[in-house]
């Protein structure tokens, strides 16, 4: 059969640091037909002397400004017409086998429009850590509807080494299937461009959730992330990010929250609410233009809403089981398990 087409789609932002080693990693991923392409942001360094480097082996979009993470991975992905679309940090690097193993994953359930495989935390410049620690095995939301990367900074355990469904995957090396992509995007936009960087891939999971798609989580897939912005260590991101983090907050809520959704957890929510807004008018004052932007993006939130409220597939029983106080993973269909012991692909059983 031939090899599966996957476009790794990397964003860069002076991210002369990584992006070297990055794509040598990339680049030597073997069992698929590769379309790299990286979108670079302006960058103000060396990145893009760099990129010339590879110039024979990748392509380039180069930006004349900084146009957001969410909006250069888009046209990363809209450049590409591979089946399979890998969003890949700079500062990640892929073990071999990591696409293949996430392809294969995949081709256990069509109905899986996602797959991520084993995120492993790694230093600055990409220096081993003394202990192997998780930094991401697929994302979940709490009753708060903060999220979170499962197992972040626990140590690698056979916990992790489980084939399973988890809510959504983290974009640092994210794995979308063409179809999904397609049929999840609103207006030719499969990131929502408006909230230009940071929970654009929680907010992407959920809408895929609403509209009946399915996350693998495959253990067999790993590679190592360097961490930037952490849970609880806000001071350590520049002040725009802290601001987009607010604003994409609420306008996550805005687009996915159903009203089954929000009567089951209107107390944690707003909870979690007047803790944001005071903590953006006492400790962190430089955030609280979030609330313009919020105002300023409301009706193109509200549109973007309707669309997805009109194509809903998933009731709100299925949506329910995702929100928890605790990481919170499925077994695979019972049709699944039974493809992957007999060796047959769902795709070639449906």
Known sequence: MPEPTVCVSIVTFNSSRYIRRCLEAALNQQDVALDVVVVD?????????????????????????????????????????AEWVLTLNPDVLLEPGFLRCLVDAAGLDPGAGTVCGKLLSIGPGFQPLPERLIDSAGIYFTPTARHFDRGWHQPDSPAFNRTEYVFGACAAAALYRRDMID????????????????????????????????????PAASAWHVRTMTPGNRRSVSPAMNMHSVKNRFLMRIKNSTPGLYRRCWLPMTARDLVVLGGCLLAEPRSLPALWRVAQCWSNAWERRREIMRRRRAGDSALLRWFRAEPFAEPLLPEVVAAATTGVLATDAA
Request: glycine letters at 6%; charged letters at 30%.
């Open 41 to 81: 942001n302006a960058s103000q360094d060396d990145t893009r002397r760099i990129l010339r480097k590879f110039r024979d082996r990748i392509r380039t979009v180069l930006n004349p400004r900084n146009v957001g993470f969410a909006e250069a991975q888009n046209q990363g992905i809209r450049s590409s017409t």
């Open 183 to 218: 049929d999840v995007s609103i207006g030719g936009a499969f990131f929502d461009p408006d909230f230009f960087a940071y929970r654009e891939d929680a907010d992407v999971a959920w809408r895929a959730q609403l509209l009946g798609w399915r996350c693998i989580y495959a």
